[in-house]
């Protein structure tokens, strides 16, 4: 099956991290992606995804919850869902989009999450852990 990693990154306002869609400026969703081939573990693909999405570094990471996800038998993960700290600057838009990101990145509330893509998910996460 295939594998995806997410991360839930929280600033001292208790906002989220976010990322867009590619094809949606207005359809958000938590940092993270799939995994790659060349990932040694889960952990190495949520910090390369966060790295390459936020420019941030994370520590602390924790994992949450894994859980299949999908609608299909084509969009059916194993969805992995970690909890980290994070260090850095996020990079400008146009920092981003130079590095091939075309995805808004920035803090919201966690009910534009959990309407946005994945929302389901995000919200089972959400009150699962008490976020």
Known sequence: ???????????SEGKILAVSRKDNPNLFGLVGGKV?????SLEDAIIRETLEETNLNIFNIKLLDTREHGVSEET??????FIADWSGELLSQEELNEKGETGIVKWVD???LENGFFGEYNKIIFDKFNI
Request: charged share 30%; net charge neutral.
């Open 110 to 112: 966690k009910n534009i």
């Open 76 to 81: 059916l993960y194993e969805q992995n869902c």
């Open 1 to 11: 099956m295939r594998k995806a990693v997410c991360v839930i990154l929280k600033n």
């Open 36 to 40: 790659d081939d060349a990932d040694n």
